[in-house]
């Protein structure tokens, strides 16, 4: 595969986790009542709806991040972080997919975030750093 085919998948995977994650945004009740016992309280269930949203918005602002970096052209054409990102982003969208419909609870969001959002983030903001901060093209 050349680095030019790696563009496009990155930009489609980068928005197919961006929109499955703005979904489960919308409709993330079952998720959360999956988490909690049969019998629970209003408090386990904002304790829990309150964890799997501030994961939700991080989700979202690391996605955001990874955008400006791509669309920018900082980060477009490098190749490494483009495969990681790809592979990262396409994850995400299959994971978080049978995480909303299969109704998983909201812990297992957690290991998804951790390697689908996280890593590619921390490799975005690498890539951003010895871009601008260190003037090295990749």
Same mark, same amino acid.
């Given at each position: ?7 496009? $998948?990155? #930009? ?5 986790? *961006?929109? +499955? ?9 079952? &998720? @959360?009542? $999956?988490?909690?016992?049969? &019998?629970?309280? &209003?408090?386990?269930? &904002?304790? %829990? ?14 996605? *955001? *991040?990874?955008? @400006? !970096? =791509?669309?920018?052209? @900082?980060?477009? #054409? ?5 495969? +990681?990102?790809?592979? $990262?982003?396409?994850?995400?969208? @299959?994971?978080?997919?049978? /995480?909303? =419909? ?6 297992? =969001?957690?290991?998804? =975030? !951790? #390697?689908?959002?996280? /890593? ?6 690498? +890539?951003?750093?010895? %871009?601008?901060?260190?003037?090295? %093209?990749?």
């Amino acid at each position: 595969m050349s680095g030019s085919h790696i563009v496009p $998948a990155r #930009f489609l995977c980068l928005t197919s986790h *961006l929109v +499955v994650t703005i979904t489960i945004l919308w409709s993330r009740d079952a &998720n @959360v009542r $999956a988490s909690l016992p049969e &019998n629970y309280t &209003n408090s386990e269930y &904002n304790a %829990v709806d309150t964890s799997l949203l501030a994961g939700l918005i991080v989700t979202l602002i690391l996605l *955001l *991040l990874e955008l @400006v !970096g =791509f669309l920018s052209g @900082v980060s477009m #054409f490098i190749y490494s972080a483009g495969i +990681v990102s790809t592979l $990262a982003h396409a994850s995400a969208s @299959v994971a978080l997919s049978y /995480f909303l =419909f299969d109704e998983w609870p909201y812990h297992i =969001f957690w290991w998804i =975030f !951790g #390697f689908c959002s996280a /890593f590619p983030a921390i490799i975005e903001i690498i +890539v951003l750093i010895g %871009v601008l901060g260190l003037k090295r %093209v990749g």
